[in-house]
């Protein structure tokens, strides 16, 4: 499990471990691992020009110290002072010590052009909103010039808790982030931003708490919570999963739920609703019924709502039955909300972005902006679990609790009914007696990886998506 943690709790793990340690001895850590990286990057060191972007804070201390271990290997090492009177003065004698120097005033964008690499030590975890213009003014130099970005602990103007980048931010190739993933590198739009993430131990692990604020599923995860049938298993108790999608006007969004139901381990899939032909003609294993969902018989989990037009009293059938539902696509604008907050099984809401704007009465961009927050918002407000669809998928609680960031997304996903195929297959690990946090991740990190199976560079259908689904699980689970 990947895990991340908001700057509060860095800071008093921090706190923790700077008591038992000597002074500047983090720093050190930090820097020794960085200066690593950045030397990789460069592949040769020696002879490389290097320029430092120097904030006031222990940012830049970090980006001067690892400055001075590329000066005493070679590198031309030049710093880029925000401000003089109040650099690291420990880290400012180092590299000077180590043949190292400072840029002139007014020469900053000539030397930042002429680099093969830059390092943003501007601001890290003490930043607040976006850069300011001095600042903004070297991050966009740095973006325009050839040299290689290394961010030094986050991309600076990036909000470390949240992921939310209020004006100008650097742009990095790899950012090296120390003791622990902090949420804004791992949620969108901060996500691009850093680049790749690489994690520097500095012995912070045993003072952070037990409980992450985000945590991000990997193979292991995902292959110890999918189901696997046993010899005693029928299809019953492997679990049945009741579609309740499509319409006349839309057969397609049925056989596409019934398609990632199908692949979900659930041990039957039971299709309710007027596209029963179509369901039938394309997977003659799925139980069709057009009886409605309560006369249905046995399921274990419901998915409402791909394609279903305006059926609100569908949507209304499948949430009086207790047992966890899924609800997805139109199902979320007929859903009462009332009817969510006060059912006792298990609800899982699966919009994206447009479709959880519409939910909380804000624009697309807002919650594009805000995905933590948003979600967070939008579990509180229906007591339901919810999983906002993106390229980087987010799964909260409303009862709180680490929220899931699935990274396995991939751009080629953006595709019409790939929403369909999640939510069969995430109806289907429901009905298989997964949690609504863990049938969300899981069917998140399954259905990414199948599409990026299924693409391979180039544009796919949902149904290759769906297809490509045995192929995800085989691979978590080797
Ligand atoms: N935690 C750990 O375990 C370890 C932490 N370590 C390192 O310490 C870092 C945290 O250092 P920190 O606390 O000194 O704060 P930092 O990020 O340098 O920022 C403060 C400076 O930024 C400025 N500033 C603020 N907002 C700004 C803006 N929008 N635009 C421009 N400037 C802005 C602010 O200016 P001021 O408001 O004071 O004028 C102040 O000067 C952490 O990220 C990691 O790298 C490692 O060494 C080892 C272990
Ligand atoms: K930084």
């Not at 039971?270 to 309560?294: C, H, M, N, Q």
């Not at 790939?418 to 069969?424: E, H, I, P, Q, R």
């Not at 289907?428 to 069917?443: E, T, W, Y």
């Amino acid at each position: 499990m990947r895990t991340a943690y908001c700057v509060e709790t860095v800071r008093s793990a921090e706190r923790e471990l700077m008591a038992r340690l000597r002074d500047g001895a983090l720093m050190q850590r930090a820097a020794a691992g960085l200066g690593a990286a950045c030397a990789e990057l460069l592949g040769r060191v020696y002879g490389s020009r290097v320029v430092l972007l120097v904030g006031s804070g222990d940012n830049g201390g970090d980006c001067l110290y690892a400055g001075a271990r590329l000066a005493r290997r070679g590198a031309g090492v030049t710093a880029v002072l925000l401000a003089p009177d109040r650099t690291h003065a420990g880290g400012l004698a180092a590299l000077r010590r180590a043949g190292g120097g400072v840029a002139r005033p007014g020469t900053a964008e000539a030397v930042i052009e002429r680099a093969d690499l830059v390092v943003d030590g501007i601001v890290g975890i003490g930043g607040k909103g976006g850069l300011r213009p001095d600042a903004a003014a070297l991050a966009e130099a740095a973006e325009r010039a050839r040299a290689a970005v290394v961010a030094v602990d986050l991309p600076s103007g990036v909000d470390a808790d949240t992921g939310e980048v209020h004006g100008a931010a650097v742009r990095a190739d790899l950012t090296v982030t120390f003791g622990t993933h902090k949420p804004g590198l791992l949620i969108d739009p901060a996500r691009e931003y850093a680049g790749s993430v690489r994690l520097v131990d500095i012995g912070l692990g045993p003072e952070l708490p037990a409980e992450a604020e985000l945590e991000a599923l990997q193979h292991a995860d995902v292959a110890a919570l999918l189901p696997v049938p046993g010899s005693e298993s029928d299809k019953y108790r492997r679990g049945v999963v009741g579609i309740a999608a499509g319409s006349a006007r839309y057969p397609g969004a049925a056989v596409l739920a019934v398609s990632g139901a199908l692949r979900g381990g659930a041990g039957a899939v039971r299709y309710v609703g007027p596209a029963g032909d179509a369901v039938i003609s394309r997977f003659p294993e799925t139980l069709v019924s057009d009886k409605g969902p309560r006369k249905a018989g046995r399921v274990q989990a419901w998915v409402v709502g791909p394609g279903a037009g305006d059926d609100a009293a569908t949507v209304a059938e499948v949430l009086a039955e207790d047992v966890p539902v899924l609800i997805d696509a139109d199902g979320l604008r007929l859903a009462d909300r009332d009817t969510v907050r006060a059912r006792t099984a298990p609800t899982l809401m699966t919009p994206h972005a447009g479709e959880a704007a519409a939910l909380l009465g804000v624009a697309r961009e807002e919650v594009e902006g805000a995905r933590l927050a948003s979600v967070r918002e939008l579990a509180g407000r229906y007591a339901a679990t919810v999983l906002l669809k993106g390229s980087t998928t987010l799964v909260a609680d409303s009862a709180g609790g680490p929220v899931r960031v699935n990274a396995t997304g991939t751009s080629w996903l953006a595709t019409a009914g790939s929403g369909d195929v999640l939510s069969g297959l995430a109806g289907s690990l429901l009905a298989a007696g997964l949690s609504a946090v863990d049938a969300g991740s899981a069917a998140a990190y399954l259905h990414g990886l199948a599409g990026r199976f299924a693409a391979d560079g180039a544009p796919v259908g949902a149904h290759d998506v769906a297809e490509a689904i045995p192929r995800a699980w085989r691979d978590v689970r080797d």
